[in-house]
């Protein structure tokens, strides 16, 4: 016998979403339309963080999850539907960038991302639908206090990556005394070299280019030294910039196999030290839906999953399939990008973003290191530096490069201060940020649209003596994610999704294995709330109760990774 299913209970929430959901987003003001052929400084994210709420004050929320050791703000913003539900009711995609601060366009990326988000709602139905049925949790900066440094004061490209705590780095009993410094007054902290008598020296001056030194020959003699980053011996130890800004790496922190300093360089005291990602990981912890998550790194153009160790658990092959799905596919998608294993293709991570929201969340994770060799004329995947050094004076028109000026050093005497400005290593020039930004962004979107989508697929009844029914409820998954990873089932990280039929008295419930054999696992316990270990992607999940009743029932799916789904039965 063949249910009735009605939509009757539904059909308030479906009105609201036919007349909302496809329409493009009327802002309440003028909203924000920030440049992607640059690198915006914390302030203008900011600033279009706050012109996002003030334009779609219905559809999002600007909050701070707390102050960070430099007393900046952790800022999150959410994206919501509120035609289409309650954020806890469905999937979330968490995005985070910059907790790294020198990575400085991982911000950009993430801003990008909530730019594209609003500008294309009711344009483009993958957006329109992704949009109605999914929240975005989205903190563009983890570490603004570091990030304002890289942009205000003088910076290296890899400096400052580390959160603004102080510590004795070099032992000595004093804290952070013996950083770079600007010596020439350029507003760069670059590099420094000396000519030295023939054969003191370790290298010499390229042939063609001056501004190069490059390695001896077997039996030649050298003429120059390679000091290193510009800098004095601030605390007349002997050394140059050894006890900089205390280093503790703000993706060694979080919560999920973290390792202490001796094993992992920049691991804090205990995991979740610092309120950067303490604050995020507190505030999750809150958040159950959270089933994919995206940070944003750079250098070298890589889609990394995990583990990010070698002694972590293998991951559960039904979650490396899907993951292998959008990794494949993003190496399509963004030319140049490698999809890699984190500890096996680049280095061992403890403590890292996605080792935490999938140790602890279950949620499908990927870091992307963006950019990479874009000077890299010869295609052979590596960079010279001659073609660096072409890249600047062809396509830059010199920009990239400070050249060599004298300079009397305390230490070293007639030395030369020069070399490659702070914004030019890691992240790309303007004019190939945008187009790198969207690559990323789609990459995204693919991910976020396939985040579970549950739907009541139909229900079969068998009429039995008097009021009784054996009923088979269908639930099907379009899309590749589980609505609940395998590694949430094995480690029991969440809970599993929950089934019920009101309306009527259950007596007896399962999930059916194989329909035509009988094959049903029977709950034991409350078969009127039946525990379901989720439904795989692009499958169907079928379900068993055993009902006395009569007239409409209702079937209510409740998924934390896949959302809320509802049915209606009629019994005859």
């Not at 600033?47 to 999150?76: Q, R, V």
């Not at 929240?135 to 490209?157: G, H, L, M």
């Not at 999953?305 to 399509?332: A, C, W, Y």
Request: charge should be negative; include cysteine; hydrophobic fraction near 35%.
């Amino acid at each position: 016998m063949k249910a009735k299913t009605s939509i009757l209970p539904v059909l308030p929430v479906l009105i609201c979403f036919i007349l909302t959901a496809g329409t493009p987003l009327k802002p309440k003001v003028t909203p924000p339309d920030p440049h992607f052929n640059r690198l915006n400084h914390n302030t203008v994210i900011y600033d279009a963080l706050k012109g996002y709420n003030a334009a779609y004050p219905d559809w999002t929320k600007l909050e701070s999850l707390g102050k960070t050791l430099g007393g900046g703000d952790t800022w999150l913003l959410t994206i919501n539907n509120p035609a289409t539900g309650k954020p806890d009711d469905k999937p979330a995609f968490y995005i985070d960038g910059a907790i790294h601060a020198n990575e400085a366009q991982s911000a950009d990326t993430v801003l990008y991302i909530i730019d594209f988000l609003f500008k294309n709602y009711g344009k483009l139905p993958k957006i329109t639908e992704t949009m109605d049925r999914a929240v975005f949790y989205i903190i563009p900066i983890v570490s603004p206090d570091s990030r304002v440094k890289w942009f205000d004061e003088p910076a290296t490209p890899h400096y400052p990556r580390t959160v603004q705590i102080a510590i004795d780095d070099d032992r000595d009993g004093a804290l952070d005394e013996d950083g770079f410094d600007d010596l020439n007054g350029d507003g760069e902290i670059t590099m420094m070299r000396k000519k030295v008598p023939l054969g003191q020296g370790n290298m010499k001056l390229h042939p063609k280019d001056s501004r190069l030194l490059v390695p001896l020959e077997p039996h030649e003699l050298g003429d120059y030294i390679m000091i290193g980053t510009e800098g004095i011996d601030n605390d007349g130890d002997g050394r140059l910039n050894e006890d900089t800004v205390g280093y503790i790496d703000p993706n060694r922190t979080w919560g999920y196999n973290w390792q202490p300093r001796y094993v992992q360089a920049g691991a804090p005291q205990y995991p979740l030290q610092i309120p950067e990602t303490r604050n995020i990981a507190m505030w999750a912890a809150q958040r159950p839906n959270i089933a994919a998550i995206q940070s944003f790194h750079n250098y070298g153009r890589m889609i990394l999953r995990g583990p990010g160790s070698k002694d972590e658990k293998p991951f559960p092959t039904e979650d490396i399939q899907v993951l292998d799905f959008f990794g494949k596919e993003g190496e399509k998608m963004m030319p140049g990008y490698n999809y890699y294993i984190s500890w096996k293709d680049l280095y061992t991570v403890y403590g890292g973003t996605t080792e935490h929201f999938y140790g602890i969340h279950g949620a499908l994770s990927f870091t992307n290191e963006l950019n990479g060799t874009e000077q890299d004329f010869d295609k052979d995947g590596k960079v010279s530096p001659e073609e660096k050094m072409k890249f600047n004076d062809q396509l830059t028109m010199g920009r990239m490069f400070v050249d060599w000026k004298p300079y009397k050093h305390p230490t070293y005497g007639d030395i030369e201060i020069g070399g490659y400005r702070h914004d030019t290593e890691r992240p790309p020039e303007g004019w190939r940020l945008e187009e790198d930004c969207h690559r990323n962004c789609a990459f995204v979107m693919l991910h976020a649209y396939h985040l579970p989508k549950l739907e009541f697929a139909g229900a079969d009844v068998e009429k039995l003596d008097g009021n009784l029914y054996k009923i088979y409820v269908s639930v099907r998954n379009s899309r590749a994610m589980h609505s609940r990873s395998y590694k949430a089932r094995r480690e029991k990280l969440t809970r599993p999704d929950i089934a019920t039929l009101s309306g009527g008295k259950v007596l007896a419930s399962g999930v059916v294995n194989n329909r035509f054999t009988n094959n049903i696992k029977m709950q034991k316990h409350r078969p009127e709330r039946l525990m379901v270990e989720g439904v795989d992607g692009r499958s169907v999940r079928m379900l068993y109760f055993l009902v006395e009743g009569k007239g409409d029932l209702k079937f209510n799916y409740d998924s934390q990774h896949g959302g809320k789904l509802q049915g209606a039965v009629t019994l005859r």
